[in-house]
């Protein structure tokens, strides 16, 4: 089980046919990756980044999620609890624009990414927690959804968007 990760920009963009400032373009697992090594589920993250001598934790850091207090927990709380809540809102808020990368310098990290990804031949080697990360890696499904980012990111910087975010749903 996993949540779903959305890239978000603060202009429109036209990407295959639709216009919206949110898209999913890549696999549901590559979500569930993603929530999985965001929450420290599992460790296939780093045990790549090992593998591969790359960092990945760039692909993870755009994360609005980060700085809004769950509607779920906003909504049920009463008093005192509610004014901590709303005031812990306010100060994330401020810097909410921690969340926001240049799409410039994540996809040069990205290209870069999926050329060594592409290029490698260790990716036999890896021994990740569960099975099914084991299979997408190897199948060549991550690169593919990566593959799918890029070009999304890239149909956005020709949009006039110079930042954008996951949202986590």
């Known amino acids: 089980m996993g949540l779903d990760f959305a890239a978000v920009f603060k202009k429109p963009i ?15 697992a590559l979500s569930n990756f993603f929530y999985a090594n965001y929450y420290g589920a599992d460790s296939t993250f780093d ?15 755009p994360n609005l999620f980060d700085f809004r207090i769950d ?8 008093g005192s609890e509610k004014e901590k809540l709303v005031e812990k809102q306010k100060e994330l808020d401020q810097n909410s624009h921690k969340a ?10 990205l290209v870069d990414t999926i050329k060594t990804i592409s290029e490698s031949n260790k990716l036999a080697e890896l021994t990740p927690d569960r099975k099914e990360w084991h299979k997408y ?16 990111l890239q149909e956005a910087g020709k949009n006039e968007n110079e930042n954008f975010s996951f949202e986590i749903y």
């Open 14 to 28: 036209n990407f295959e046919g639709h216009t919206n400032n949110e898209f999913t373009p890549f696999s549901r």
């Open 47 to 61: 045990e790549l980044e090992e593998l591969l001598k790359i960092n990945l934790k760039f692909l993870i850091e």
């Open 71 to 78: 509607e779920m927990q906003m909504e049920f709380a009463v």
């Open 100 to 109: 926001w990368k240049d799409i410039n310098e994540y996809l040069t990290k």
């Open 137 to 152: 890696i190897q199948s060549g499904e991550f690169k593919d959804d990566l593959t799918r980012l890029k070009e999304l």
